[in-house]
């Protein structure tokens, strides 16, 4: 688990509230739909861990390695590699109809 700065004891205690893949799914769609792509990362970067660096980077088409540094606090994953960990966390990215405000 990162605990590189002020925030390492929040990360920690999120990581440990996410015991279900219910709780994971929820959270990275709270992320998600808050669209702030560091919070993104490190949301990911949290769960990740969870399911095994390896074998999500297998998953992902990705080095171990790579994985790491895109989930780092100085990381900038993109697109792709977001939708492929995802997918390898089993949460595939979907696109849903935002309900529009009656005219």
């Known amino acids: 688990m990162r605990c590189d700065d002020a925030a390492g004891d929040f990360l920690h205690d999120t990581a440990e509230h996410l015991r ?28 990740a861990p969870t399911r095994g660096m390896s074998q ?15 989930l780092s606090q100085l990381g900038n994953p993109g697109f792709e590699t977001v939708r492929a960990v995802l997918q390898a966390l089993g949460l595939p990215l979907s696109v849903t109809r935002a309900d529009k405000p009656a005219a």
Do not use: M, N
């Open 20 to 47: 279900t893949d219910e709780d994971i799914a929820l959270d990275i769609e709270a992320v998600l739909e808050d669209g702030d792509p560091a919070l993104i990362r490190d949301a990911i970067g949290i769960v």
């Open 56 to 70: 999500i980077a297998r998953e992902a088409s990705l080095s171990r390695e790579s994985l790491y540094k895109a």
